[in-house]
Nanobody, 122 residues
Framework: QVQLVELGGGSAEAGGSLSLSCAASGYILSIVGMGWYRQVAGNQRELVADISSSGSINYADSVKGRFTISRDSAKNTVYLQMNSLKAEDTAVYFC????????????????WGKGTLVTVSS
């Protein structure tokens, strides 16, 4: 059973910083892609940033230059450093893993964490 556990988040003032981490567990050998999405109530979940196993990175235009994604493949962990936070960054942030290979199977579907709330006050 693959599980994603997010840590971090919380509250910050506009202009401040927060960091998130997400560790995948479950006898995992490798993960093709890991990333962060966010969702505001009533809206669709949107990509914040993702990073492939080769290090290729994508950022949403709204966070470019402010957020930094990184991963430690040996630990099956992905991080998100969020700087220069804005009120519009307020959302529930979800960790995502795609293309998980374990000791018994390869699964190309998406796995999701339970989400962590980030609140930015202006």
């Amino acid at each position: 059973q693959v599980q994603l556990v997010e840590l971090g988040g919380g509250s910050a003032e506009a202009g401040g910083s927060l960091s998130l981490s997400c560790a995948a567990s479950g006898y995992i050998l490798s993960i093709v892609g890991m990333g962060w999405y966010r969702q505001v109530a009533g809206n669709q979940r949107e990509l914040v940033a993702d990073i492939s196993s080769s290090g290729s990175i994508n950022y949403a235009d709204s966070v470019k230059g402010r957020f930094t994604i990184s991963r430690d493949s040996a630990k099956n962990t992905v991080y998100l450093q969020m700087n220069s936070l804005k009120a519009e960054d307020t959302a529930v942030y979800f960790c995502n893993a795609r293309g998980v290979r374990t000791m018994t199977f390869f699964d190309g579907r998406d796995y999701w964490g339970k989400g962590t709330l980030v609140t930015v006050s202006s």
